[in-house]
């Protein structure tokens, strides 16, 4: 494991499938609470760039629920390979900005990856069910469908691992997401969308 500080993503709101400064001119500073330097300024979403980002989960949604489930699946995978991949980087990242021992963030990035693993798995094998029925002449079963958008606001001591709890899930079983990162430990989460693009 390297000490140097870890390059940061791209210091932006990430909307539509893209990084963007938004629309609100206001900024918040991210101190570390290890150095007590200033490592980032990000951009603070107004009120239009949230309805943006609603606007596009929606949109998305609608073509993600369309999308069958191993491909889903392998999606998943890829994410997890990707995070894996960026262990060291987020893992020192997530100690810098947040404040935790290297040793738990690391820990905390590696179960974050093998949470996409765990729930492509998990998604393929949601089976439904034949029912009886006392009507012959009919049949009834029962099949899962994604429900729709999920909003997931992520806490500061867990800002990675939270996320991809609810969004691994989400994702493997065809659900979009809007993602509110927290105020002062947003870095991770920018630096893990990096990693989901790549997938």
Request: with cysteine.
């Amino acid at each position: 494991m390297t000490t140097s500080i870890p390059t940061a993503p791209r210091q932006q709101l990430y909307i539509d499938g893209q990084f963007t400064d938004g629309s609100s001119g206001t900024a918040v500073d991210v101190i570390s609470p290890v150095t007590g330097q200033h490592i980032a300024t990000l951009p603070t979403p107004s009120t239009a760039d949230i309805d943006k980002a609603i606007d596009a989960a929606h949109r998305a949604q609608r073509e993600w629920a369309k999308v069958g489930v191993w491909q889903r699946a392998e999606i998943c995978h890829r994410i997890g390979d990707e995070l894996e991949k960026r262990i060291d980087t987020l893992a020192r990242l997530q100690t810098l900005e947040q404040g935790k021992p290297l040793a738990e963030s690391i820990a905390d990035v590696t179960e974050a990856a093998q949470l996409f693993h765990l729930h492509a798995e998990d998604a393929v094998r949601l089976h439904g069910e034949t029912l009886p029925s006392n009507d012959q002449a009919k049949r009834m079963f029962t099949f899962y469908r994604p429900v729709g958008v999920w909003a997931i606001i992520t806490p500061w001591n867990f800002p990675l691992l939270m996320l991809t709890e609810f969004v691994a899930p989400g994702l493997a079983t065809g659900n979009a997401h809007v993602v509110k990162p927290p105020t002062h430990t947003s870095l991770t989460v920018l630096a893990a969308m990096e990693a989901f693009e790549a997938a």
